[in-house]
């Protein structure tokens, strides 16, 4: 199983990882799209309110912070969906994600905790897969992606990749 | 790839995209992205008056402050600094300003101040959101309202109204919400109710 130096990732488990990069890479491209491009109501415009209404960031003084993140958040959303997709620098394209999804947990549940009644925003004007405004489900969502994210952080992209991780041969994983 | 090294890749990553946002920020927009109004709240027309004539307190003794908050009027709370009370907009209400609905449709469905256009931000840009704009002047008085409290619909709504290519000049926000317009026993309406003097104002 082992090379003297590296060793990639098992064929079925490569298949897993490849599917769960696949899945996770697009639905986080579609996040993107959808907060930059589509939908109704100039949608750059429309995710910046929608970060002014989770009231993490002070509108008054942080309106120059609002109006970046606006646009870096779905930047680092492509960004790293796209490699994921892809397969190339996968592992830190999934800790990305893992990063992004614990400060977007943290502002879901900040807005929990507060009791306002926002709307999550996630995928723009799509209400999908959590009806309404925020709730639960938005956390039990979140806490499924951030496991898949985690899960290849760790276990790197598999070997049906455009650059395939390799893993050290001393630090075996099967 | 130790799990410093994976963070550091990581953040590196996050930076360029910040970096990338940054210039698609500059060079994709013709206006920037705002989420505070530029110009301050238009002052009322009708100033809100800390004492109702009708009451009179001629009695009050000098140096006593005697107008605890709970005993002013529901009709004369602004809601938030800056914004019309209910006494206010109900007066230009009747005199035929246009009433814009901020909130969400069923909201909106499910009741509104009678004569009041379904307005929500994300809908001014839009071609419906453009054409039912095009009944109102942009120099008319416009008043936003949504559900009051915390709610920034209606300061959302007045931005993109200011931020129009033929801007709106007079939009002011009602602090208080629908409900309270209900409360008050305001007219309102369903939306397939007719007589509205929104559409009825030049």
Redesign the interface.
Known sequence: VSTATVRHASAPESVVLLVLRVVLGSLFIAAAVLK?WWG???P???F??A???Y?VIP??TG?PL???L???????E???GV?LVVGL?A???A??L???LLAFTGAIGWVILKG??VKCSCFG?LDWPCPGTIGTCHLIRNGTLLAVALLL?WRGSGRFALWP?RRPARQPMD | MGCIDLLCRAIALGTLAAGVGAVHSVVGRDAPIRVTRGTPPVVPVNPPQAVDPAAGTPETPAGASTAPPAAVDPLDRAGKPGSLTLREAHALWEQGAAFLDARRQDEFDAGHIAGALWMPAARVPTTDGLADLQFLDPGATVIIYCDGGDCDASENTAIRLEGLPTPFTDVRIMGMGYSDWVAAGLPTQKPDETGSPAEAAP
């Open positions: 930059l109704d109501g100039d750059p415009q429309a910046a309110e970060i002014k209404a009231k509108t008054e309106e609002i109006a970046l606006a646009y870096a958040i779905p930047w680092a492509l960004l790293a490699l620098w592992r830190p394209a800790m990305l893992v990063l992004q306002f009644d004007n952080a991780d």
